[in-house]
């Protein structure tokens, strides 16, 4: 049986797929962020504290020169000032300890939240081909791009302390000398300026580095799929020059991206040495409007010595949420045809052992109440089943036909036909654009769902067996007793 569709063609005579509804970049990360706010608020409070607290040793390096000039303004004694730098010191690592703790549970947590949806939606969605290319380079969504949207909320909880750091010292620098701050942190301000003008050049240079890694993964999948094929072919010399080939693609892309990338971190943390020479050269030229001395000339040398770090992390952290946003386009993809909301819908994970107790609702019905809610076999039905491959143009339409309980059918035809398109349409394996399944009678919303063991087994033609014992290749993870085995 075969068929060629009416469907309009793209400029490659394949049937576009439908548009995969996302949601905006920035209503993904709000989502995420919900998945477990109290974690994340304690999250923001302690890694806030933790940026902000080096505002105090610049502060205290002032005081300390100017004491040594007779200027200082506090009467502080040595032991004051020891405390005060050892009471710094002992509860800034204290607050780096529980900070690690928490952000390692809501990192992982979300890595975890994502990849968890993605797979779910990967076996129990609709249809079988739920990838949108290779399954290696499926592998390159689940690592890589899950990995860049837990390193961007690592630059959204850590932006806040570091944000607040920059206010402080700006307030504190200005306040010793106004004319000096603007000059010094004007550059820094350039550089964070032309960050975000160049973001739209930083996100596509991510995604080309993405794809071209993806079709690496996918390439080698492939190898190992049809090693056989390449032997018997004596195909060996060209298969590795096609891959050397795709390698380089990879390689061309990623010295971009990278590129770009370290560009933009090396401007923002060369800034500080530039800003502590500007200093120089106001403090050397008598411009600063009013008396430098040697405890304010150490306060802004203390801050700039850090604020090029601080700087820099909030340029990265601009570029990286241009960036971030192809990679929830990349994961989106993988669950074509699911809700908008469906990658980041909060689920229960269990990762937090016994002080944290997560139950794990089973929303499966048992064996015997979904045997008992659609009754035992008594006729299936296909009615106008229709799926055309977009590929080729060929397929099955309008295809009907009945089988009752106890008959053994067989459906035959020359190579291509359609029989196995018909077999995967009719179970859900292919989603058919037209007609409809029952089963005694009933109409089968979900095929992918309903059929499915008990219900249903299903061979395929070249099945796909995992590394272990044959028992749990039949189980499939399920237990031996409820089973059946």
């Given amino acids: 049986m075969s068929a060629v569709t009416t469907e309009r063609r793209d400029q490659r005579g394949q049937t576009p797929s439908p548009a995969t509804p996302r949601l905006t970049t920035r209503q993904y990360l709000w989502r995420l962020l919900r998945y477990d706010p109290a974690l994340f608020i304690i999250n923001l409070i302690l890694w806030t504290l933790e940026h902000a607290a080096p505002l105090l040793p610049g502060l205290l390096a002032g005081w300390f020169f ?15 000032l020891v405390a005060l730098v050892t009471a710094a010191g ?10 690690t703790v928490t952000w390692f549970a809501y990192y992982f947590g979300m890595q975890a939240l994502l990849r968890r949806n993605m797979f779910s939606w990967v076996m129990r969605g609709p249809g079988a081909h739920r990838l949108p290319d290779s399954s290696g380079e ?16 690592e630059n959204l909880v850590d932006i806040w302390g570091i944000g607040l750091y920059v206010v402080g010292v700006f307030i504190i620098m200005a306040h010793i000398n106004a004319l000096v701050t603007v000059i010094v942190l004007a550059p820094f ?13 930083l996100a596509r240079l991510r995604r080309d580095n993405r794809e071209a890694a993806g079709r690496v993964t996918g390439f080698i999948g492939e190898i190992f ?22 390698n380089e693609t990879r390689r061309r892309a990623a010295v971009r991206d990278s590129t770009a990338t370290a ?11 530039i800003a502590t020479g500007l200093v120089l050269l106001l403090v050397a030229l008598r411009v600063t409007g009013t008396d430098f001395t040697l405890g304010d000339f ?13 700087m820099s992390f909030i340029g990265a952290t601009i570029a990286r949420l241009r960036q971030v946003g192809v990679s929830f386009d990349r994961m989106s993809a993988v669950m074509t045809g699911a809700e908008p909301e469906a990658l980041v819908k909060p689920a229960a994970m269990g990762l937090y052992g016994s002080w944290r107790r997560e139950e794990q609702p089973d929303d499966r019905p048992t064996r015997t109440a979904e045997m008992a809610a659609a009754g035992a076999l008594a006729t299936l039905e296909a009615r106008g089943l229709t799926y055309i491959h977009p590929t080729t143009g060929r397929g099955i339409a309008r295809v009907s036909l009945a089988v009752k309980r106890g008959q053994f059918v067989v459906v035959t035809g020359r190579i291509g036909a359609g029989k196995t398109t018909l077999l995967r349409a009719l179970l859900g394996l292919t989603q058919a654009q037209a007609g409809e399944t029952r089963w005694n009678d009933a109409r089968v919303e979900n095929p992918a769902t309903f059929f499915t063991p008990p219900r ?5 033609q070249a099945p796909r067996l995992f590394s272990e014992s044959l028992r749990d290749n039949v189980l499939l993870g399920d237990s031996p007793e409820a089973a059946d085995l």
């Fill in 66 to 80: 100017s004491a040594l000039t007779g200027n200082a303004p506090w009467n502080l004694g040595v032991w004051t």
């Fill in 263 to 273: 560009l933009v971190q090396t401007v923002n943390q060369g800034m500080g040495g």
């Fill in 138 to 153: 499926a592998m390159s969504r689940f690592r890589d791009d899950v990995d860049e949207v837990s390193r961007a909320f």
């Fill in 189 to 201: 301000m350039a550089v964070l300026l032309a960050t975000n003008l160049a973001g739209g050049l």
């Fill in 456 to 460: 249903v087994a299903y061979t395929s």
């Fill in 90 to 99: 002992v509860g800034r690592a204290a607050i780096f300890a529980g900070g």
């Fill in 225 to 246: 799929g049809a090693a056989q094929a390449v032997k018997v072919a004596g195909a060996e010399a060209r298969v590795v020059e096609r891959f050397r080939a795709v």
């Fill in 298 to 310: 150490a306060t802004f040398v203390t801050y700039l010595a850090g604020l090029s770090w601080q």
